[in-house]
């Protein structure tokens, strides 16, 4: 069950309103990167993770419960920044001042012309408050994120997410000067590096974590880099050397067309793999088996129920 | 700012998996009508509602919040629905037995058969978790949810939106005969009618709230009704006698192609209207002069504080 | 059938071009509470109501042919406030001297450069002519439209939809000082007016209409008030005293969490409800019987034809 | 203006319910090839028309409004083959009966099973009526049409939308044996072949055509065919020989990359082509002042007005 | 197996940064017309073509890869165009002078000032480089394309494809005076045409093409040309004397709503067609044996395999 | 430039037709985690690296173009895995038949059928071919790609993405029994694995690359954890003990609400962290300095030319 104060996490001010800007935040409002999306991600990932892995559930409705109170921190700041253009809109029947204003010198200092600049919708549709859009006017959409049962890959979906979340508000620290709102970006930047950590730390925690998933690579096919671009190609320790952690080097196809031609694509191969993929096999069945049955063994028989209403009453003690 | 009890709201169970009903169920988690609409929905008006209406930013931060605790009951449901399918996929290695059981006659009682029929993502995306999807796979979109920043409107909005989702469920308890999810069911579509008696009575204490927003109806244009599909038409309030609570009457145009033309696209009208346009200027004037100074009286001068923290303290007291 | 003749129903006349305007009218062109919303809302609604309501589907379908009119009259209006482009583009061998136009002092005046900035797609995609997509570029979508097949339903969602719609006229009235386009919008304004009324009369005609749908609430959750953002709460007529027209007290809860570990998820709740229970379910029933057979016995049996070709035959007479 | 007599174009009928075929009609209805995506193509593309080629606005608009007909026959058949399942949902208390059949052998005859099975939006939001999607639930969008304001251009799009919808119809003809429905279907399918022949008749009145907008094509990079697939290559008209009613000869170039290499990215080509660059900018000067001028002429100095009002007096008469 | 150097096909090249300009050019980036749309398209259609036809998968396959060729031109003219935004957004502490000149006279000539203006996601998201979407921020969706799987289809659809890329190239030369980019832009546009000649042989060679698909047109609708619009009504090519190659006369319904009550919803018709139709029936029964054989004769039987990588070993010879 | 080979990358094929398969094979045709979206991402991701990062650059277009080779062997598969279904709908006049077949006990073997009830489009639109769409019809959408200017966002983004994709290959492979298509599978699956490698061993060679782009974290907000979800809590090294590599404690919030309320927002903390500010300060003017840099000295002064066309030079030789 949600609950919510209605003070919020940071104290977020404005110095003064600033239409651009406030279109700018909408990225991470309601954009792809934005705490909506961190928030949904961290939330949904939850259920998966709550029956086999209750601490890793625990960690996520922790961090998607933040997201969505820096969702409300982004979404004042937004409101604050457009002071002024709902009052204006509904003194609805004064329209030709308003013309005048937009027309002439005064346009640039004047609240309604900045938000129409801005964005159409702030002055059609959301009378000065936030969109759950971004700041093109695109719909918040569910494609934005990652979900999908297996924390060896949610994991790292949320590595990414917080990456690219918390480069979107480096860039948007260069748009404003107001050190009120500076200071709330620098808090709500800080905080996607700190989740970033949270997540490292949790992935390290599940052994083996690689290959994400439960199958292994197939021996075959793991270690060819293919040439396909084959002008001004430069070697480094992504195509040449020992691959990361694996023990084995990196086999560099210097001219994909006619390897592939010469192995009839791919299926006449080295023999020498065939022991490794045996080795595979057996690896794959025992990893099959600790895995699904750590998930079988945590599911209850017959009726399920979510809650038990226990630590709640011992919470409120 | 949010805050999290893992204990559901309402105590949600379930029998046995059902991922036929948990498809149909995706309606009201990441469906056009569903939990995460209204919490949106009303999450977003609530900003707006802040300045001048504190009163309804509280209403609508409750229900708002109380629609997040019901899109977390709904997710949890379906996440039980779904017992065994993240099980059976994590035996990753184990795919032989599985295509057997399958296409042969026991398919209709293996959980990942059914799970794969009624949805694919839940065996390749969501490993037998909620999307946040329609029951047709569609992403939910921000373009469900309505948050115009008047209240008279954003009001109506909820009206509508409640007795969507109240038929929504409706629907569904039709498709399952889980006495434990039936009762889930009944108590999330009994509180969309008790949100909507809660908008109701809130839209009442606006005064006056019709038209919604500022501006009088132009009386030039208020009156006729144009029968644009003139076969078998039908006369009644809506058409004929006196207009609801308006004190006119209905102006019924037979024959819309030959009053346009004589009306030279409605151009030339009665003059009898005249006074009542000026009547109408004046109380235009007159509300938007009341309604812009409520929102810029609120607005507090210089630098916007969204929270004072004030108010925390004593609750924690 | 549709039929068109070449007038618009309302004289739409426009002094002089403006493709900032013209972009912001694109939102009841192809934006989500525009024209064509309307009209597909209502027209899709039809289909339901024709069976079991013969007299609601003449009205909605008078109605929606209204709004494709109206549609048309936006369209019309927006061509009109682009004059000038589609010239400009079809001289297309003669870049140079815009581009020096575009740069220079004149910009402001040169129409080409008007268009481009207010919305690119009137230069590159629409050559200076509508497109069916919001001021944003959004293309039209059919989730803006709600259509449910049942009437107590859907006519609320139209007195939400005609609110949103008069609102955005509203504030698109404060963007123009052009008499004619300011003519004009007050015709559309007010025509979503006037469907208010219409569909308001039309609700009043169907008993009980409330609640939505079939079912009744379950009056074990109908009546509280969950208080889930604490502080500063506000009291009024939607958390406290009766509920509208129910006869019934709201019951406040004061403290969700405390309340909801008490009842173990509301499950241990009051038996008085039991007795209410049981009328719930009498009623149910009774209602049931009748709202299905109403439908089914207007359903022919056999072949379905949909229409007779007799009533037209008078109509020609 | 729009105008409707309820009457149907064609006399749909249906002999028998038939939900699976309801839904595949729905790609008729709402999808990317069906008819709104015609009667909006059209529809938008006459307003870019009707200045300088009132013909072409009359045909458009002719038929445009014989799509939207089509539509709401569509729109009638799809209803009539769901028929009986809005009454099952009315009997909303009745839900336990129903799970019986649903899993039983009886689950085949059973209309809301075949409607669950088929698309489950007709019994969770629809009500068994048809919604603004294709067969996948998809929504309809205006990505589907295309509308460029520019003749040459729009008519091309139109042969080829008519040929898409032409196919999908003979597709759907395949999937049901019900005679009405089939004879609705021949009619429907036929109608799009007789659109095809008036957009091409109208086409071929513009002269010249080709290329489609104003400007030439370069002579430079008009005649290379590369053959960037090398493997199994052949030659055919489309890369042989002369090019269709151009008087030239395809330039077919055996190794692309070597072509680019030797030519710097064709920057150093023929000098051959010099005098023919030059009767290009001639012919593109010509041409754009010719059509330019075709549409400045046609645009009425200062206020623009939309319709006279005059010829629908005349109509009436 | 695609391949790639690092080579552009053209030559481009720019003078000086020209952030709006690469705003309007992700229209051909990542737009409903552009290049990766183009590529999509044929590459899709390519499938179907392989088994039947395989001289139209070698052309198809070699202009999709030139299209994505082209993708890549775009982009890296959007990527030149944007030349200084990625150095200063690396440049992320000093944010102060930035904002000074953002609102000072120098706005204009600062490229991060013209970035933000032209499109906020260049600063936000894309740190200076081109994004798969149009020049409003819409992604790029596959509902641009258009594959059907039946060549007389396809190619008409591409036709329209290769016309409407044609204009927008037309359109974006008009707004730079770049000499490097227009010839970029030259090149890229006259492609287009060159393609369009491609696809227009190709087409002829399938005999016959027309209609197109495998069903002939029924005889009973198909010369009716409706006057839905009957105001202001023009006879031309399209509705009166021969319709183009059918030897048959346009049948002109003057007054379609007398029309279709006459003939009872155009179900009592002239008995002249009854012959028509069983040609037509014999016809449709021979062109679906010879349509249907020639695929069918086309699959191997038993396994199916893609490649033979027999070509490929002479290719290298 | 592109180019292609026609044989694939891999020898795809296909012991006997499938269309339940080929519907869940879509997912990596055009679905979130697909084949596309990694290939776009790639690619679109190269255009930044280029100038400082040229080994970079030529990783990820060898990597693009061997993801846009598996797009080819998925398509491919697709189609084999249809085999006969445009056989079938080319034999248009029959439908009898097949009728007769589908409702019957045969519905089961006949390829019509499958492909019908697997995927409405097989039948209706791609007429037995791929489409780009996910496997519930979900056109590809380019909100699916990330892709952010800056390295040390992109690989991570890189890293989630191939996670993401080795997951759904290895959960499609337990619907398959086909030997010859597992083993596709395995190969496709494997080459996720080694490209996740890649970017790891990439990532590594940018040094420092935490935080992700430029700045540092505040030091006033990166070690707190807020337990928001205080029930049931659990303690581990994502908020306990040492955060990874920073030298740092995990400083756990207990009561986040008292927190909040006792540091007014978070903005009254210990002073010891000024020290540590200005530090970062300094860090951040320092790296801001050496990455602006980097780009700026790549970045041609004047005329930006992409290709030389000397390196395709040496390559032919």
């Known amino acids: 069950m949600f609950y919510h104060v209605k003070d919020l996490q940071f104290n977020a001010r404005v ?3 600033d239409p651009r800007f406030a279109n700018l935040l909408l990225e991470q409002f309601g954009g792809e990167n934005g705490e909506l999306a961190a928030a949904m991600q961290y939330f949904t990932q939850a259920y998966g993770a709550k029956m086999p892995h209750p601490d890793k559930y625990d960690m996520l409705m922790d961090i998607a419960v933040e997201e969505f109170s820096h969702l409300e921190i982004v979404g004042a700041t937004i409101q604050m920044l ?3 253009v709902n009052g204006e809109l509904k003194n609805a029947a004064d329209e030709s001042e308003i013309m005048q204003v937009m027309d002439g010198a005064e346009a640039r200092e004047n609240i309604i012309h900045q938000a129409l ?5 702030f002055v059609t ?6 969109r759950l859009t971004n700041s093109q006017g695109i719909p918040w959409c569910a494609s934005y994120i990652h979900s999908n049962g297996d924390l060896t890959v949610d994991l790292r979906s949320n590595l990414a997410s917080e990456s690219r979340a918390k480069l979107v508000y480096e860039h948007l620290m260069k748009f404003t000067d107001d050190p009120y709102v500076k200071e709330t970006l620098s808090f709500l930047m800080t905080r996607e590096v700190a989740h970033y950590k949270m997540f490292e730390a949790a992935l390290e925690t599940i052994q083996p974590n690689f290959p994400p998933g439960v199958l292994q690579a197939d021996p075959r096919f793991t270690r060819q880099y293919f040439n396909m671009s084959p002008q001004a190609s430069v070697r480094g320790p992504w195509n040449k050397g020992e691959m990361p952690d694996l023990g084995k080097d990196w086999d560099y196809v210097q001219d994909p067309i006619a390897y592939v031609q010469a192995t009839e694509g791919l299926t006449v191969l080295d023999d020498a793999k065939e022991a490794e993929l045996e080795e595979v096999a057996e690896l794959d069945a025992k990893m099959s088996e600790i895995k699904s049955q750590e998930v079988i063994a945590a599911e209850p028989k017959g009726t399920a129920q979510w809650s038990t209403y226990q630590d709640s009453k011992q919470l409120n003690k």
Do not use: D, I, V, W
């Not at 549709?125 to 936030?130: K, Q």
């Open 15 to 17: 110095s003064r309103p």
């Open 117 to 121: 600049t801005a964005n159409p919708h």
């Open 125 to 130: 549709l959301s009378s000065g408050g936030p």
């Open 82 to 84: 457009l002071k002024g």
